[in-house]
């Protein structure tokens, strides 16, 4: 510039050390699978004078073996145009133990306005849950819903031929939306979905612990209303504050959303319980074997025998199998199926006199097994004697604790000969004369 007295900068032109040796780094690229330093290795041998990043530099700049970057593309939404649907793995810290979480998330396009939940699967029950929790949150729906090919939406095809699921169709219907699907690689399209996931993982599961999923996605939603109030500097505004824009476009929420559920059939197994996802929830004993109707919900298992509600459990969100049994389903103790039923001998003793009952229970706890054989003989006694003197020796033999049946008896014999045969006085001999 000092030299020619020019503001201008001169454009400086210099050979390429490798310009030489291009096609040679052709042929090599192909014939050493694309290893550059495979490459520079075959050059230096075949007496190329060319450093390693001379090598790279040329390469980069030609595009060998580096594709041609391309333009992004940019989507501009209208408010209320279109939501974005999508779910992403991730590892996090539930009752102390590492486990995998599906985050389902959705975000309005215009306003930004986020989301999320997270669930140890995602099915289509699932997503319905999750979609009509987001919709109440939002308060309302765009008029399409992007989603990445899922097949828990997609019944077939893919990006402008999707298909949606007949049940999955009837649910958009329901809150006045469709399903659309973006091609395959095209990620640009559901970019606004997909970087909130990035921003999920490194914002709000980092360093954080949850005692299960109920309390992760409580957390999850103080965090997506701390999210959607605070200013975002691409947008010079916050997502609370686009949303007020957006509010009253979006597709009102029906007068009465129904509760999703997940309808089964279980027959009772041998132990009182359905199993519902691996896990075992106890109904009334008295319904073992029947044939029951399952309703699981977001929150709770409900169970029904024809109309009637006869079990109501709260769900359970865990990987592992686990049996929750209410104590109300199951007999009291000594009533259940194999409940002793009492014999003959004691339903006899039931229906005879107090003090009887009295000295049979007293002698029941002093006989072997149940006492079934001194009963016997007790109310033998009963039928053969006489009801009186019988009760009294009954009675005589209860207050000294007298439990020997054969000195039972013969005190009533004692007690009939002194009561039943008394014998009349001899009359006195008359004077001889």
Same mark, same amino acid.
């Given at each position: 510039?000092?030299?020619?007295?020019?503001?201008?900068?001169?454009?400086?032109?210099?050979?390429?050390?490798?310009?030489?040796?291009?096609?040679?780094?052709?042929?090599?690229?192909?014939?050493?699978?694309?290893?550059?330093?495979?490459?520079?290795?075959?050059?230096?041998?075949?007496?190329?004078?060319?450093?390693?990043?001379?090598?790279?530099?040329?390469?980069?700049?030609?595009?060998?073996?580096?594709?041609?970057?391309?333009?992004?593309?940019?989507?501009?939404?209208?408010?209320?145009?279109?939501?974005?649907?999508?779910?992403?793995?991730?590892?996090?810290?539930?009752?102390?133990?590492?486990?995998?979480?599906?985050?389902?998330?959705?975000?309005?396009?215009?306003?930004?306005?986020?989301?999320?939940?997270?669930?140890?699967?995602?099915?289509?029950?699932?997503?319905?849950?999750?979609?009509?929790?987001?919709?109440?949150?939002?308060?309302?729906?765009?008029?399409?819903?992007?989603?990445?090919?899922?097949?828990?939406?997609?019944?077939?095809?893919?990006?402008?031929?999707?298909?949606?699921?007949?049940?999955?169709?009837?649910?958009?219907?329901?809150?006045?939306?469709?399903?659309?699907?973006?091609?395959?690689?095209?990620?640009?399209?559901?970019?606004?979905?997909?970087?909130?996931?990035?921003?999920?993982?490194?914002?709000?599961?980092?360093?954080?612990?949850?005692?299960?999923?109920?309390?992760?996605?409580?957390?999850?939603?103080?965090?997506?209303?701390?999210?959607?109030?605070? #200013?975002? %500097? =691409? *947008?010079? @505004?916050?997502? $609370? +504050?686009?949303?007020?824009?957006?509010?009253?476009?979006?597709?009102?929420?029906?007068?009465?959303?129904?509760?999703?559920?997940?309808?089964?059939?279980?027959?009772?197994?041998?132990?009182?319980?359905?199993?519902?996802?691996?896990?075992?929830?106890?109904?009334?004993?008295?319904?073992?074997?029947?044939?029951?109707?399952?309703?699981?919900?977001?929150?709770?298992?409900?169970?029904?025998?024809?109309?009637?509600?006869?079990?109501?459990?709260?769900?359970?969100?865990?990987?592992?199998?686990?049996?929750?049994?209410?104590?109300?389903?199951?007999?009291?103790?000594?009533?259940?199926?194999?409940?002793?039923?009492?014999?003959?001998?004691?339903?006899?003793?039931?229906?005879?006199?107090?003090?009887?009952?009295?000295?049979?229970?007293?002698?029941?706890?002093?006989?072997?097994?149940?006492?079934?054989? #001194?009963? %016997? =003989? *007790?109310? @033998?006694?009963? $039928? +053969?004697?006489?009801?009186?003197?019988?009760?009294?020796?009954?009675?005589?033999?209860?207050?000294?604790?007298?439990?020997?049946?054969?000195?039972?008896?013969?005190?009533?014999?004692?007690?009939?000969?002194?009561?039943?045969?008394?014998?009349?006085?001899?009359?006195?001999?008359?004077?001889?004369?």
């Amino acid at each position: 510039m000092l030299k020619t007295g020019s503001p201008q900068v001169p454009h400086l032109d210099r050979a390429e050390k490798a310009e030489p040796y291009r096609q040679q780094i052709l042929d090599l690229w192909a014939t050493c699978r694309g290893n550059l330093v495979r490459v520079h290795e075959e050059l230096q041998a075949q007496g190329a004078t060319l450093s390693y990043p001379a090598l790279t530099a040329f390469c980069r700049r030609h595009a060998i073996g580096h594709p041609v970057p391309q333009p992004v593309g940019r989507y501009e939404f209208a408010p209320a145009e279109e939501m974005q649907h999508d779910t992403s793995p991730h590892r996090v810290t539930i009752g102390g133990v590492e486990q995998a979480v599906q985050t389902a998330s959705l975000v309005l396009c215009y306003s930004r306005m986020l989301f999320f939940q997270g669930y140890p699967t995602f099915t289509r029950f699932l997503c319905k849950v999750f979609l009509t929790d987001a919709l109440r949150y939002l308060e309302g729906a765009c008029g399409a819903c992007m989603i990445d090919n899922t097949h828990v939406v997609v019944a077939s095809g893919t990006g402008a031929r999707m298909i949606p699921a007949p049940e999955m169709a009837a649910f958009a219907e329901r809150f006045q939306f469709v399903f659309r699907a973006h091609e395959k690689g095209d990620a640009n399209r559901s970019g606004r979905v997909e970087r909130p996931m990035h921003f999920i993982e490194h914002n709000f599961f980092a360093g954080r612990v949850f005692a299960d999923l109920q309390d992760l996605n409580q957390q999850a939603v103080v965090f997506c209303d701390k999210v959607n109030a605070a #200013p975002k %500097r =691409h *947008l010079h @505004a916050s997502p $609370r +504050e686009l949303f007020a824009v957006e509010r009253p476009q979006l597709r009102p929420l029906p007068l009465f959303v129904p509760e999703v559920y997940l309808l089964h059939h279980r027959i009772v197994d041998v132990e009182g319980y359905v199993r519902v996802d691996a896990h075992r929830y106890s109904v009334p004993h008295r319904l073992i074997g029947r044939r029951l109707e399952v309703r699981e919900t977001k929150d709770r298992i409900d169970v029904y025998n024809g109309p009637r509600l006869v079990a109501s459990h709260a769900r359970t969100m865990t990987r592992t199998p686990q049996r929750i049994l209410r104590p109300e389903h199951r007999p009291p103790r000594g009533e259940g199926p194999f409940a002793r039923k009492p014999s003959p001998e004691e339903l006899e003793v039931q229906q005879a006199e107090a003090v009887v009952q009295t000295y049979a229970t007293a002698l029941q706890r002093r006989s072997a097994a149940r006492g079934t054989i #001194p009963l %016997r =003989h *007790l109310l @033998a006694l009963r $039928r +053969e004697y006489p009801r009186t003197p019988f009760l009294e020796a009954v009675t005589i033999a209860l207050q000294y604790g007298l439990f020997d049946l054969d000195r039972l008896e013969r005190l009533i014999l004692r007690l009939i000969g002194r009561e039943y045969f008394v014998l009349a006085d001899d009359d006195p001999e008359e004077p001889h004369d």
